[in-house]
């Protein structure tokens, strides 16, 4: 089992920036792919950002490509999201998951299906 804890979101003007935290429990933390997701108001669930367990490898959603940099420290057990120019539209709850397994395929980044562990989520409201 891993527990997943977020933290750092607030609320902050648009062209901020913010740094989003993800602490998780266990031993193996270099053993998960680690994701941000977000969820707005009467929207679906949408793909931020994802790293692989070394950390070697990268996945950005669309609409935060080149604002939103994902990084981990796997001795502190800790995911990390920086979000800077931060748009109104990036207003949501954003979620911290952690999967079982090393895959080369981007599907297992960007997809909330593979993740088996979710955070509780952190609110971050983007005002204009």
């Known amino acids: 089992q891993v527990q997943l804890v977020e933290s750092g979101g607030a609320l902050v003007q648009a062209g901020g920036f913010l740094r989003l935290s993800c602490a998780a429990s266990?031993?193996?933390?270099?053993?998960?792919?680690m994701g941000w997701f977000r969820q707005a108001p009467g929207k679906e669930r949408e793909f931020v950002a994802a790293?692989?367990?070394?950390?070697?490898?990268?996945y950005y959603g669309d609409s935060v490509k080149g604002r939103f940099t994902i990084s981990r420290g796997n001795a502190k057990n800790t995911v990390y999201l920086q979000m800077n120019s931060l748009k109104p539209e990036d207003t949501a709850i954003y979620y911290c998951?952690?999967?079982?397994?090393?895959?080369?395929?981007?599907?297992?980044?960007?997809?909330?299906?593979?993740?088996?562990?979710w955070g509780q989520g952190t609110q971050v409201t983007v005002s204009s």
């Open positions: 998951a952690a999967g079982t397994g090393s895959y080369s395929e981007g599907y297992y980044y960007t997809r909330a299906a593979p993740y088996d562990y």
């Open positions: 266990g031993r193996t933390f270099s053993n998960y792919r």
């Open positions: 790293i692989s367990g070394s950390g070697g490898r990268s």
